[in-house]
């Protein structure tokens, strides 16, 4: 791994240009907002010696974050003082209301008052780019580099306990069902947007247990609070959700975890970044300056040493606003699970920004992103926009720029972790399913419950 103790220090030692040998120091500033529990630091991080043709073409953009873990690489690249070591000073970090919130804000662009990219779902940027979740209005969009793995789950309602409502849903799958005659109702399921990774989690899980999240549930797209107050007055009985609210489900007393993504797929990919590909067109340099800043957040974040740093910076006011407890359990990879499931303790079960148990965390295999859109096709999404495998992967040759994360990588001095090809290989599921990206068509054909 590429890390460098120095960096967990928060003052920046700034060169007075890209040669100059002379520096001054700053505090507060640059980027580096006030600590958000209002605490003074000392800490200092050298800017890099940036050679003119490296100097950014601004040292300004505006990035949206949603106050998951899927977005400490932006906090913490703006925290620790990575995004103005390599000249990108006035980055701002925009807290998004919701993902349709950050959607239109993207279209907007930061200067009708909007954002120019940050965090997403996947595939997200792909439907923006083809117009497809934006009324036909195509925004293309670059993604750049994946920002974490882990960090999700499904929650269920305490009302379920002891009815076999777990990772192996088989033996549940008839309690499920039976809910029109039981209770009036279909079992109530929810994810925070649609057609994208959260709803693809719980998807996956119900299919594999013999239901079908189409026919035999009720599944739909509900703010996390809203859901949350659900399951506590028992309307709501399932939730695919992201750290830290898995934490405050099961500790609250409002419900237990049936499986974690990392039980679903191990070392799934996740959340992104990605920015308007004009952007980035625009500021080749400055994007590649991004990166760099965001690859060392990532490595610092995972040392072991720096992870309560984590914790205080991204729980502060400025940025989740909540208990730090909440995601102290999380970030050492400790999930209570309830339901008299043993809890887990692994570290490699929990978030992980930079390398995981299959090589690198944030370098964006375009084989991932075939899988999020072959995942479409398998339950009829935008079936006129993304009909078959082909058009699949003309979108992602559009969309997915790994050749500029390998630029920014080998700039950084990061050639060690640069994977050797842009597809990570054959992805294997709890069921037993498995995902050859050189044949996409075998995994749908594999599928017992799809909708093509």
């Not at 000249?87 to 930061?110: C, H, L, P, Y």
């Not at 625009?282 to 992870?307: F, G, H, S, Y």
């Not at 995942?375 to 997915?400: C, L, M």
Request: charged share 25%.
């Amino acid at each position: 791994m590429s890390y460098f103790p120095n960096f967990s220090r928060r003052r920046f030692l700034l060169t007075a240009s890209a040669s100059a040998a002379s520096a001054v120091f700053l505090k507060g500033c640059l980027g580096n907002p006030p600590d958000p529990t209002g605490a003074e630091t000392s800490d200092t991080v050298e800017v890099a010696n940036l050679s003119p043709d490296m100097m950014p073409e601004t040292t300004k953009i505006k990035l949206g974050y949603i106050p998951i873990v899927e977005s400490a690489p932006l906090i913490i690249a703006k925290e620790k003082g990575f995004f103005a070591k390599y000249g990108m000073t006035e980055v701002e970090i925009s807290k998004q209301a919701n993902w349709a919130s950050a959607r239109d804000n993207v279209v907007i662009g930061s200067e009708g008052g909007g954002i120019d990219g940050g965090q997403w779902q996947m595939p997200m940027p792909h439907l923006i780019s083809e117009g497809i979740i934006t009324n036909g209005r195509k925004v293309p969009m670059y993604v750049l580099a994946q920002l974490i793995t882990h960090g999700n789950g499904i929650a269920i309602s305490g009302i379920h306990e002891g009815k076999g409502v777990t990772l192996d849903l088989s033996n549940a799958a008839d309690y499920i069902k039976s809910f029109p005659k039981t209770q009036g109702r279909k079992f109530k399921a929810a994810h925070t947007f649609p057609n994208v990774n959260q709803d693809f989690w719980i998807r996956y899980w119900f299919a594999a247990g013999g239901i079908d999240p189409d026919n035999d549930i009720d599944l739909l797209a509900v703010p996390p609070a809203e859901t949350v107050q659900g399951m506590r007055n028992g309307t709501m009985d399932a939730f695919s959700t992201g750290d830290p609210w898995p934490y405050r489900i099961v500790t609250e007393d409002i419900g237990y975890m049936a499986a974690l993504s990392p039980q679903i797929w191990k070392f799934h990919p996740e959340e992104y970044l990605a920015i308007r590909a004009d952007w980035v067109d625009k500021n080749p340099k400055a994007t590649k300056a991004l990166l760099k800043a965001i690859m060392e957040a990532q490595q610092w974040i995972d040392q072991d040493q720096n992870r309560a740093s984590v914790v205080k910076l991204v729980a502060g006011r400025n940025y989740f606003n909540i208990p730090e407890k909440i995601l102290e359990s999380p970030y050492k990879g400790n999930y209570k699970m309830g339901d008299g499931k043993s809890d887990i303790q692994d570290k490699n079960m929990g978030p992980l920004y930079w390398k995981d148990g299959k090589g690198s965390v944030s370098y964006p295999y375009k084989s991932h992103d075939l899988w999020f859109l072959t995942e479409s096709i398998r339950w009829g999404f935008h079936k006129n926009a993304i009909p078959d495998i082909a058009t699949a992967k003309q979108i992602i040759d559009k969309v997915n720029r790994e050749d500029i994360w390998r630029e920014a990588a080998k700039e950084a001095g990061f050639e060690a972790d640069i994977p050797a090809s842009t597809s990570r290989g054959v992805e294997v599921f709890f069921d037993g399913i498995e995902f050859d990206p050189d044949n996409p068509e075998a995994y749908l054909n594999s599928l017992k419950i799809k909708r093509v």
